[in-house]
C-alpha cells in the first residue's frame, strides 16, 4: 500500500515540473528536484514510525541507550548546513548491522552496528553520515533521478527476513509492507562522508573516526567475514577508495577531536552483555529458518534465560510453538512479548492472531486492532476479516478481506477466496 502523503507527492509530481532544480543546501550546488522540502518533511514524518516498526521497533532493554545516541545525533545536526530540520535519532532493535536517514532528518542506527563499532567518533561518522543525506536532500535528489515520484519510490523490504512457520508465523515484508528508503549513489556517499566529517570536526570529534569507519568496513566485507553485513554495504558500500578520501579528507580537519572511548564503552556496555543472548537468538532464527524447529525452542529458551527483558525472545517463542500447533503456549509467550513491549505491532499481532485460533474473537478482535494502531498489515485485516465473520458481521468481514486483497500475494489471494465466498452466501 502506498500512503496518502506519497500519492500526493507523485501526483504533484506528475503534474508538475515546476519545482525543477534545487540549491543543495550542502553544496550549494543546483540539482534535480521533483520534490518540496515540505513534502520531504511530510514523507520522513510518515514513514518514520512504519520503517521503525518494520525493523524490529526501539530498543528498550537499555533505554538509556536511545538517550545517548541521541545526544550525540542532536550535537552533530546542530553542525550541519540545516540545523532547523527536526532530527531525531533512533537506536533499533535488530541484529542487522545498518543505519538508515529518511527525508527531513529522521535517522535509525541497528544495535547490530553499535556492537561493531569501538568510540564515540566512530558513532558520530555513521550519524554525522546520515545527517548529511537527510541536510543536503539526497532524497529529493535519488528519487527525482530515478523518476521514481510517478511509479512509486525506491523500495527496500523490512530487515527482517520472512519465514516458513505457517499461518501465525509470517515476518518481514509481509507483515510490514515496504520500506520506503531512497537508494542513494557514488557521489551521494562521498558527498555525506566528505561533508560528516567536517560536522564532526566542528562538534569537536577526531574525524580520524571516519577513516578508522571505513576502513573496518573495507576489512569486514572481505570474504567470510561481511556475515550478516550485505544490508549495510548494500546501501553504503564500502571501498578503498572511501578509505583513501577520508584519509584526505582528514588531512584538511584539525587535529585533536574527541574520541569519547571510554563513554561510548560504557554507553553499549548492557549490549555486550547481552551478547550472548542475542547470538543465541540469532542462531534459534537460523535453526528455524532450518525448520529445526526442536533446537530453535532449545536456543531461544537460553536467550530468555539469559536476557529475561527482551521482548523479542518470547516472541521467537510464540512463532516456533504455534509452528508446532501449541496455540495456548504460543499465545502464553505472546503475551510475554505483548507485556515486555508493547509498543510492537507484531507482538499484538501474534497474539491476536492466536487469540482467533483458540476461538477467543472477543480478545482477537482488541489485540489486531490494536496492531492496526501502529502498523496497517495485510494479516491484521485478514484475521479481523476471520473474527467478524466468525461472529456473523459479513459487512465488517468483507471491508477487512478487501483491504487484506489489496496488498496481493498470498495473503491477498486468501482474503479475494474469502470475498467470493460470502458473495456466493448473499
Excluded at 153 to 181: E, F, H, P
Excluded at 213 to 233: C, H, I, N, T
Aim: aromatic share 8%.
Amino acid at each position: 500500500m502506498i500512503s496518502r502523503t506519497l500519492k500526493i507527492t507523485a501526483a504533484a509530481a506528475a503534474v508538475s515540473l515546476l519545482a525543477g532544480c534545487a540549491v543543495n543546501p550542502v553544496t550549494g550546488k543546483k540539482e534535480l528536484s521533483l520534490m518540496s522540502q515540505g513534502q520531504e518533511l511530510s514523507l520522513g514524518e510518515e514513514q518514520y514510525p512504519v520503517n521503525q516498526q518494520q525493523q524490529g521497533g526501539k530498543y528498550i532493554v537499555d533505554p538509556s541507550l536511545q538517550d545517548y545516541v541521541s545526544r550525540v545525533g542532536q550535537k552533530l545536526a546542530r553542525e550541519s548546513d540545516q540545523p532547523q530540520l527536526p532530527y531525531e535519532f533512533a537506536v533499533l532493535n535488530n541484529s542487522t548491522p545498518n543505519a538508515w536517514a529518511l527525508p527531513g532528518g529522521k535517522i535509525a542506527v541497528n544495535r547490530g552496528l553499535l556492537t561493531i563499532l569501538e568510540d564515540e567518533s566512530e558513532l558520530a561518522a555513521v550519524l554525522a553520515h546520515e545527517i548529511v543525506h537527510a541536510a543536503a536532500r539526497h532524497s529529493a535528489a535519488a528519487m527525482s533521478q530515478q523518476q521514481v515520484l510517478g511509479a512509486g519510490l525506491a523500495v527496500l523490504g523490512a530487515t527482517t527476513k520472512n519465514t516458513d512457520y505457517g499461518d501465525l508465523v509470517a515476518l518481514g515484508g509481509q507483515l510490514g509492507g515496504s520500506a520506503y528508503i531512497a537508494r542513494y549513489g557514488r557521489d551521494n556517499e562521498l558527498e555525506s562522508d566528505e561533508y560528516g566529517m567536517q560536522y564532526m570536526a566542528a562538534a569537536g570529534y577526531d574525524p580520524q573516526g571516519a577513516v578508522r569507519l571505513q576502513e573496518k568496513f573495507v576489512e569486514l566485507s572481505k570474504g567470510r567475514q561481511s556475515g550478516g553485513l550485505q544490508a549495510l554495504f548494500a546501501s553504503h558500500p564500502p571501498s578503498q577508495a572511501r578509505v583513501d578520501a577520508n584519509i584526505e579528507h582528514a588531512r584538511k580537519l584539525p587535529k585533536g577531536g574527541a574520541t569519547n572511548r571510554a563513554a561510548y564503552q560504557r554507553a553499549i556496555a548492557q549490549l555486550k552483555r547481552d551478547a550472548d543472548a542475542y547470538k543465541s537468538y540469532d542462531e534459534a532464527m537460523a535453526a528455524a529458518g532450518d525448520k529445526q524447529y526442536d533446537r530453535a525452542l532449545t536456543l531461544v529458551r537460553r536467550a530468555q534465560k539469559q536476557q529475561p527483558k527482551e521482548a523479542t525472545f518470547y516472541a521467537l517463542e510464540g512463532d516456533l510453538l504455534a509452528q508446532k500447533k501449541q496455540y495456548q503456549g504460543a499465545h502464553r509467550a505472546y503475551d510475554r512479548a505483548v507485556q515486555k513491549n508493547p509498543e510492537l505491532f507484531s507482538h499484538w499481532l501474534k497474539r491476536g492472531m492466536t487469540s482467533a485460533q483458540l476461538e477467543n474473537y472477543t480478545a482477537a478482535e482488541r489485540d489486531l486492532n490494536r496492531s492496526l494502531g501502529y502498523l496497517e498489515t495485510p494479516y491484521a485485516h485478514y484475521y479481523l476479516g476471520q473474527v467478524y465473520e466468525q461472529q456473523g458481521n459479513v459487512r465488517n468481514a468483507y471491508s477487512h478481506y478487501q483491504t487484506a486483497a489489496r496488498a496481493g500475494g498470498e495473503i491477498g489471494s486468501r482474503a479475494q477466496a474469502r470475498m467470493q465466498a460470502l458473495d456466493g452466501q448473499g
